[in-house]
């Protein structure tokens, strides 16, 4: 049985940061991409950034690039989001997953296999 837990997010002002952090279990951590995500209420889910396993490789949305930095701890099995500069319409629930493989598709929904709960960020203006 695969959870991933978030945790980290809350009310922040304009402008601000928030690490959020996704404990995982049941899984060999190690070995899997992890993703985060967002989805804004009324819309779809949003692709942030993701990691392979190593932590050698990682990709974020145009959106985020140069504010968000995306980590991992192995030994820890978690994963983590920095997120700086934040602006009110990042307002959503903030997800992480984890996929099997590294793969072109890693923006997309598509390969990642589990999901956590979500933690809300709220962007105040």
């Known amino acids: 049985q695969v959870q991933l837990v978030e945790s980290g997010g809350g009310l922040v002002q304009a402008g601000g940061s928030l690490r959020l952090s996704c404990a995982a279990s049941g899984r060999t951590f190690s070995s899997f991409t992890m993703g985060w995500f967002r989805q804004a209420p009324g819309k779809g889910r949003e692709f942030l950034a993701a990691i392979a396993w190593s932590g050698g490789s990682t990709t974020y949305a145009d959106s985020v690039k140069g504010r968000f930095t995306i980590s991992r701890d192995n030994a820890k099995n978690t994963v983590y989001l920095q997120m700086n500069s934040l602006k009110p319409e990042e307002t959503a629930v903030y997800y992480c997953?984890?996929?099997?493989?590294?793969?072109?598709?890693?923006?997309?929904?598509?390969?990642?296999?589990?999901w956590g709960q979500g933690t809300q960020v709220t962007v105040s203006s």
């Open positions: 997953a984890t996929a099997p493989v590294w793969s072109t598709m890693v923006r997309t929904t598509a390969p990642y296999d589990y």
